[in-house]
């Protein structure tokens, strides 16, 4: 497994939850499970969407109906994977100050349900964000342009990103609201 798996799986999940089928800059279905696809919203190469599609169905995190061959994403299994492995398989740890994009319980999903005694908040680094704050290496290095594009992957990564980081009260509410979000 790679980093960006993870990264790609919600993705897949994002667009399976957005309710509008809009159509991409270059005339394909924005809601296409296909490689080029895929990379076109991610940042990801489509040679290695591939490569991650064929990992996560190799390990289970992924599965092909049938019916018709699409994919499809096993959120019970990634579910797991995130709670109990995720912070040991791909850890993050606050660094130095920069400009970036709000994640984990500085992020909009978590910032007005938790209450903090710093004013530290944890970002990625992005050059057109306004937000001061300790710097988080995100699951991969396109995590903020496609976050900035897509308000439920956003959701998604932070949560994440607040389990990977985030202390016992983080990390519980980070649990709570994707499993919640996971169910919708």
């Known amino acids: 497994m790679k980093s960006q798996d993870i990264f790609i ?6 667009m399976g939850k957005s309710s509008s089928n809009q159509v991409g800059e270059r005339g ?10 895929l990379a076109l919203l991610t940042g990801v190469g489509k040679t290695e969407v591939n490569a991650s599609i064929n990992r996560s169905l ?15 994403v096993n959120n019970k299994s990634l579910f797991e994977f995130i709670v109990y492995g995720i912070k040991y398989v791909f850890p993050a ?16 999903v ?3 349900q938790l209450m903090s005694g710093s004013d530290s908040v944890l970002v990625w680094s992005h050059a057109t964000a306004s937000v001061m704050g300790q710097s988080v290496k995100p699951l991969y290095e396109t995590v903020p342009m496609a976050a900035a594009s897509d308000s439920k992957l956003y959701e998604f990564l932070a949560l994440v990103d607040a389990i990977r980081v985030g202390g016992a009260r983080e990390s519980n509410l980070a649990v709570k609201l994707l499993d919640k979000a996971f169910k919708e």
Do not use: Y
């Not at 394909?28 to 696809?37: I, K, Q, T, V």
């Not at 992924?62 to 061959?69: E, G, L, P």
């Open 110 to 112: 978590l910032a007005k």
């Open 9 to 14: 799986l919600l993705k897949i999940i994002s």
């Open 93 to 108: 740890r606050p660094a130095e100050l920069v400009r970036g994009m709000p994640t984990a319980h500085g992020a909009p």
């Open 58 to 72: 190799d390990v289970g995190l992924a599965k092909r109906s049938r019916k018709d061959n699409g994919l499809s």
């Open 28 to 37: 394909d279905d924005a809601g296409s499970l296909s490689a080029r696809n």
